[in-house]
């Protein structure tokens, strides 16, 4: 098993600046850099105070100028937003200004709000078909000369140009749910990002039982697969308490968002009322203690070790949460020093 952190500025209050959420953003990274972590992933976003990270190309190649041993990947570029030229020429770029640390994960997205305000008019289905385009033209570029027609994009024969550092070009990982989604990405020979959100481990193992299906029926190398989730190291019993609670909160406000029917001002959602995050029975905090990845270090640890049994490859620690700088760090810092060694 290797580890990952997943991690983005995410702004619960309009004083705390951007500057101040950037520096702790980098402190967070450097401490995965230190750690023997394998990658750092960040995502695209925009217009969100919740998540902040329009340009993750750009804040990997910022990351690489303060870091030394980190992979570098977006987590997750929303394909439907990109032309694959140039997708291809952006990700070539950050991987020779890194030196060769970039992987490209790679969605459909999932915000409303954002198609909104960028794609008018598209829906989910749109943009995963954008996505399945857009993804295996990404190899083709960079190898160069490759012209195409297709239902969203058509170009005659072009070339990503810098050329990337590594050969065929950075890894690419697509985010998969339905069995669908992990058939594509691995009948074109990309690794996988899933994510369960808050659900628990039923939908944990449910999602890898889709990969194994989709890799029965492939007959190249068996890709890699990484779980991405919400997880939480706690110095005693109630401090896992006080972080169920805080991550409640943040699924809260996450459902809000996705359903993009409460107002935003200055990149900020009207605040949800005690009242509002009492009655959202599904996001609970004891339902947050049970189904994340939360715990005592023996407790993340036991669980853990669960995944590996499953056949992760990779276990991403998602950060993000609404919680201060320093409850994040100090969780990080323990699950560095209590939890990693077991999986050495």
């Known amino acids: 098993m290797e580890f990952s952190l997943f991690a983005h500025m995410d ?181 996988i990002q899933v994510t369960p959100l808050w659900q628990g481990i039923e939908e944990i193992e449910t999602l890898m039982g889709r990969f194994n299906d989709a890799c029965n029926d492939y007959s190249g190398p068996r890709p890699k697969i990484m779980l991405l989730h919400h997880t939480y190291v706690g110095s005693d019993q109630a401090d896992v308490e006080r972080a169920s609670q805080e991550l409640s909160r943040f699924y809260c406000n996450f459902g809000a968002w996705f359903q993009n029917k409460r107002a935003v001002h200055q990149g900020r959602l009207d605040p949800l009322t005690q009242e509002e995050l009492d009655a959202n029975a599904m996001m609970a905090p004891s339902n947050m203690r049970r189904d994340l990845t939360i715990g005592t270090a023996r407790d993340v640890i036991d669980r853990i070790k669960r995944y590996e049994d499953l056949g992760y490859d990779e276990f991403s620690f998602w950060i993000d949460s609404g919680m201060s700088f320093e409850r994040k760090r100090a969780s990080l810092e323990r699950f560095v020093e209590d939890v990693m060694p077991h999986f050495q």
């Open 11 to 191: 702004r619960m209050s309009p004083e705390q600046s951007h500057e101040t959420l950037h520096a702790e953003f980098m402190s967070l990274c450097k401490i995965a850099d230190e750690s023997g972590m394998r990658a750092l992933w960040t995502g695209e976003h925009h217009g969100m105070d919740f998540t902040i990270s329009p340009n993750p190309l750009m804040e990997l190649v910022n990351i690489a100028n303060h870091t030394k041993n980190l992979r570098l990947g977006t987590g997750t570029i929303i394909a439907p937003f990109w032309h694959p030229i140039k997708l291809a020429g952006e990700a070539a770029a950050a991987d020779m200004l890194t030196g060769g640390r970039i992987e490209l994960g790679i969605a459909r997205g999932a915000y409303s709000y954002e198609y909104e305000r960028l794609m008018p008019g598209m829906d989910a289905w749109e943009a995963g078909q954008r996505m399945r385009e857009i993804a295996p033209l990404l190899p083709k570029l960079w190898e160069g000369d490759c012209a195409h027609e297709g239902a969203y994009f058509s170009f005659p024969s072009a070339t990503a140009a810098p050329k990337p550092v590594q050969d065929g070009g950075p890894p690419i990982w697509i985010a998969a749910r339905d069995p669908s989604s992990h058939e594509f990405g691995v009948q074109n020979g990309f690794n």
